[in-house]
């Protein structure tokens, strides 16, 4: 089994003016303990629902954010092997030809290190707040296809243009072209039945489900869309997100591996999550010691 570091928060101890040198440096520890994906948040504002890493003496949803790709850019120049990526990127954020040109221009710089995580979007407060176009989730749905196949098509020899029900364009013309073959994995996120899990069927290299206790039905049906499609569901990553936690001083590191052994019974090809206590690079390189290692062998 493999892991994978999500920097889901920025508001650390140092402040903004020496955020730069400290996530250079946890990123540094991540590559080097051998994680084999660093992820962060396609957001603009932080979210509610990661209260559980919040900085308690700053108001709810106030807390710092960065902006995705310009980070993973920096991340690329600071990592040598680890696969970089937005988890999860929101489909209607940006349009398909700029995000198709991101994701090259991140793989190429990165020497084939990027993937294109990607969902429908859900944040309608930041959307709002930031004058996105937020639409109905029916149509949200249909923007994540035709973007998904807008890109598989620009990361193809096809040139040609493209028509869709929310997308047109000209030329999909790309170059330089991706590094990664045939293109970066795509990982669709989330854990709807009846569409995304066929999306990812469809489409996905790579899934990413929360671990919860219907894990297993979820992937059970990810297997039944593989097979109406006829696509092999062994070809896709099964990943899913749980955070890190080995506690203090490595605690709560026996507890961790249990629950990745019984995650690797169900088919589960990868872990990723936020490790508490960062900004402390000691903490990832304790991983690189005492988790990693032997999740591997799982």
Not at 240 to 266: F, Q, S
């Amino acid at each position: 089994m493999e892991l994978g570091l999500q920097i889901p928060w920025y508001t650390w101890p140092n402040g903004p003016t020496a955020l730069g040198a400290d996530l250079a440096a946890v990123v540094a520890a991540a590559d080097d303990a051998h994680f084999e994906y660093i992820a962060v948040m396609d957001h603009f504002f932080q979210i509610p629902e990661d209260s559980y890493h919040r900085n308690p003496v700053v108001p709810p949803g106030a807390d710092d954010m960065l902006e995705s790709y310009t980070t993973l850019g920096f991340l690329a120049a600071h990592t040598k092997r680890a696969k970089l990526m937005a988890m999860m990127t929101g489909a209607l954020y940006r349009p398909p030809g700029l995000l198709a040109k991101i994701v090259t221009t991140l793989d190429v710089l990165s020497g084939g290190r990027a993937v294109l995580g990607i969902g429908t979007g859900w944040n309608e407060e930041e959307a709002s707040g930031l004058g996105f176009t937020f639409p109905s989730q029916a149509e949200r749905f249909e923007l994540l296809e035709e973007v998904l196949r807008f890109v598989l098509q620009m990361w193809s020899d096809d040139n040609g243009g493209f028509t869709g029900k929310h997308v047109t364009a000209d030329r999909l013309f790309n170059a330089p072209q991706v590094l990664s073959r045939p293109h970066p994995a795509i990982m669709v996120g989330g854990s709807g039945e009846r569409k995304t899990l066929r999306l990812v069927a469809k489409y996905g290299q790579a899934c990413n489900l929360f671990n919860t206790p219907e894990l297993e039905r979820k992937l059970t049906v990810l297997r039944a869309h593989c097979d109406d499609l006829g696509r092999d569901y062994g070809e896709i990553t099964k990943t899913v997100y749980h955070i890190l936690d080995i506690g203090d001083n490595g605690a709560k590191t026996d507890l961790l591996l249990a629950e990745l052994e019984r995650l690797a019974g169900l088919g589960v090809d990868a872990v990723i999550g936020a490790v508490p206590g960062l900004p402390d690079p000691a903490i990832l390189a304790r991983f690189g010691t005492d988790v990693i290692p032997q999740a591997a062998r799982l």
